[in-house]
């Protein structure tokens, strides 16, 4: 069954370092998702991604966010200067579009800042 | 803020049906309702989802009251594995998911 990859499934940076963390969605899927989970605490959506665009993004997603769909297959979530905050599990989530359909996760990626 | 109210937490006997229930009042007619479960700190998983009938899959029931302003999961058979935290979230297809704190079920030997 084709399911939603995560790469790498953790990352430890120092603060102030960029990360890229990368997602294969499923192939023939048209939306995409970026979610985060900060340790003990709710789900959080970041930014949704369609047609090569942003088509929605949270107040998390600030400028040190940037999302990008590189290659047709790659989808990947880039802070530019971490901070300790930024510490957190990150979801990606693909949908294939139309009605009745819903989203899948991937397994994530945990990000340590120190 | 998510749409939902859940119990935080519940109990299920392992064998027996776990019926894990959702308030969502304000519902809208286009809206459906999502349930997925946390498994530790895995990548939530898709259960099932609906909009107005009741629906079977082969992890579960759900249940939709008339009125669409509450929901019951239904988990036929509960096993160890089952003990998870389970979301309902109410959504349009395609929408961004907000997920609230969900019900932490515990299916107990």
């Known amino acids: 069954e084709p399911e939603v990859t995560q790469t790498p499934s953790h990352q430890v940076t120092q603060m102030g370092q960029e990360v890229i963390l990368r997602c294969v969605p499923i192939?023939?899927?048209?939306?995409f998702y970026w979610y985060r989970q900060i340790l003990g605490q709710k789900v959080e959506f970041l930014v949704s991604?369609?047609?090569?665009?942003?088509?929605?993004k949270s107040e998390i997603f600030d400028d040190q966010f940037s999302v990008e769909r590189p290659d047709g297959s790659n989808f990947t979530l880039k802070i530019r200067s971490t901070k300790l905050e930024d510490s957190a599990m990150y979801f990606c989530?693909?949908?294939?579009?139309?009605?009745?359909?819903?989203?899948?996760f991937g397994p994530g990626t945990r990000l340590l800042v120190l | 803020d998510a749409k939902t109210t859940q119990p935080t937490s519940m109990d299920c006997a392992e064998g027996r049906a776990a019926n894990l229930p959702c308030n969502h009042s304000?519902?809208?007619?286009?809206?459906?309702v999502y349930w997925y479960r946390q498994i530790h700190s895995q990548g939530p998983q898709y259960i099932i989802h609906?909009?107005?009938n009741n629906e079977t899959n082969e992890m579960a029931s759900l249940i939709i009251t008339e009125d669409r302003k509450s929901s019951t999961l239904i988990l036929p058979h509960a096993t160890l594995r089952d003990t998870a935290v389970y979301y309902c979230?109410?959504?349009?297809?395609?929408?961004?998911?907000?997920f609230g704190k969900g019900t932490k079920l515990s299916v107990k030997p």
């Open positions: 989530a693909s949908l294939i579009g139309g009605s009745q359909e819903t989203q899948y």
């Open positions: 192939s023939n899927h048209l939306y």
């Open positions: 991604f369609y047609n090569n665009e942003i088509s929605e």
């Open positions: 304000t519902i809208s007619g286009n809206e459906y």
């Open positions: 609906g909009l107005k």
């Open positions: 979230i109410v959504e349009y297809p395609e929408g961004n998911l907000i």
